[in-house]
């Protein structure tokens, strides 16, 4: 009797096991990310993914639509030693299931900008209030919709550069605050968990500091429009350079005192080549892993401005790029500091309140009020986004790959699965679409995973043979 009673509760754990979801989310906390299931802090190792630029998202494709070039360019990912994409614009309106299953297999998580250069999805920086409209917001919440339901989306920017010279400087950060906030509003009405939101800037000295800190405050009347996290394109460190001759010294030192999360949305200046990232040994390092939380390289795919780690050719093959294999030599030697190590080194700092003005910056506006909240109220008509079954052939490519020198590449050709989708990652949006008064339940339940994906293969083995103990 006790045999069965113990292998009976044995064989109800391992059911609930599989029953669980395996991709953890990643959430902040105080000045950090962390993963919600392990505790452990979670810093970006990436790169910035926008093959063709931002010129090519179409009605038809955009980087995460072509299940095929995912597949050949997310086994690269993984050479690479990446946790983390940026993708810079999608269409909502397209499919991005298969994408986003192989890479949450991979292990790979997205951090997204809601905005493309496709009309009415983007705002002016210079006369914002004609882009900032119903028609854009629609578009905004589309994409924030659909990829809040993939565990392994990170967090949203709400834009890149926006304020970028003086004269953006005049009109934008308010509408930049603004949307935010509008965000965070519809993400808290409508999706199945909190997601961050924040902001990519360009690193100019005029603006720096000011603009940094305008976003980061808290204003009584509008608290949401409060930065979640803080990205900064910096190119600063080229060659052989140190924490002083570089800047970083005084980088590390304007972000020190800010509440929350910084890191480097594009990093690696290319004035020097092939590039030599010796800046990730310091990224990581007690300099700066106190303040900034890692960073992502500029950019997979080599464009018109010389910055690819790989060139697809015209013939569909793909070259890695001296850039990749360097980028590949530091990324694979990081080791990230414990939670225990980051308690003792980080400084914690209280959010501020706005104060009345800030230097170089106009932040009066005219913005309407209640703009968006109809929509926020009920909704946008959009596909969301869900996990698929992915058949194992489709994590392979059939695409040659070559190395620096131009001959064969002798590395895998296949993505490798660190973490197996459970019946929960697979069947959670049916779920909550046959239910929505489930919804709390289910933000309590994905930010409450607990199972990685070498685990699953050791469960089913296990259940087996529990069933084998009876037949």
């Known amino acids: 009797m006790m045999v069965f009673s113990s292998t009976f509760i044995f064989l109800i754990l ?18 950090h990310f962390v993963d919600t299931v392990t505790g452990k802090p979670f810093f970006i190792k990436g790169v910035d993914y926008q093959p063709g630029g931002s010129s090519d998202v179409s009605e038809k494709q955009d980087p995460l639509s072509n299940p095929d070039a995912c597949a050949r360019d997310i086994l690269l990912f993984q050479e690479l030693g990446i946790n983390t994409v940026r993708i810079y614009s999608i269409n909502p309106d397209l499919n991005h299931d298969a994408c986003m299953t192989m890479l949450a297999m991979a292990g790979i998580y997205l951090i997204l900008d809601v905005n493309s250069p496709l009309q009415n999805q983007h705002l002016n920086r210079y006369e914002p209030w004609t882009t900032y409209n119903e028609v854009y917001l629609e578009h905004v919440f589309k994409v924030v919709e659909q990829f809040s339901h993939y565990n392994n989306t990170l967090g949203f920017f709400a834009g890149n550069e926006i304020v970028n010279d003086k004269r953006s400087a005049q009109y934008s950060p308010a509408y930049v605050k603004e949307l935010i ?43 949401e429009n409060s930065v979640d996290f803080y990205g900064v394109n910096s190119y600063q460190w080229c060659g ?7 800047g970083y010294d005084t980088l590390v030192d304007a972000y020190r005192s800010y509440s929350k999360p910084v890191f480097f949305s594009e990093f690696g200046c290319n004035k020097v080549l ?37 060139e697809y050719q015209e013939d569909d093959s793909v070259q890695l790029l001296a850039d990749f294999e360097k980028l590949k030599s530091h ?3 990081i080791e990230f500091p414990s939670m225990k190590t980051l308690k003792e080194t980080v400084q914690m700092e209280e959010t501020p309140s706005c104060a009345e003005d800030y230097e170089n910056l106009k932040i009066e506006s005219k913005i309407a009020k209640n703009l968006g909240s109809s929509l926020i109220k009920k909704g946008v008509k959009v596909e969301k986004g869900k996990y698929i079954d992915i058949h194992e052939d489709q994590l392979s490519t059939n695409v040659t790959i070559l190395d620096k020198h131009g001959d064969r590449w002798n590395g895998p050709k296949k993505i490798e699965i ?27 339940h994905r930010n409450s995973a607990s199972i990685s994906g070498p685990l699953l293969p050791l469960g089913l083995c296990l259940l087996f043979f529990t069933f084998s103990l009876f037949f």
């Open 418 to 444: 660190r973490q197996s989708l459970t019946l929960a990652d697979l069947e959670g949006e049916e779920q909550e679409d046959a239910d929505e008064d489930k919804d709390d339940l289910k933000r309590k």
């Open 14 to 31: 391992e059911l609930v096991v599989l029953c669980e979801a395996s991709v953890h989310t990643i959430q902040i906390k105080d000045k």
């Open 240 to 246: 052989q350079q140190t924490m002083q001759t570089s």
């Open 331 to 333: 990324y694979q030697n």
């Open 181 to 223: 906030g509008t965000m965070k509003n519809y993400i808290s009405a409508h999706s199945p968990r909190t997601i961050p939101v924040g902001y990519s800037a360009a690193d100019d000295l005029n603006y720096r500091v000011s603009l940094s800190e305008y976003l980061e405050c808290k204003d009584d009347d509008k608290p």
């Open 274 to 310: 092939p590039r030599q990232f010796q800046e990730i040994g310091y990224l990581f390092s007690e300099e700066m892993y106190s303040v900034f939380c890692g960073g992502l390289v500029y950019e997979f795919s080599q464009e018109d401005n010389n910055y690819g780690l790989v």
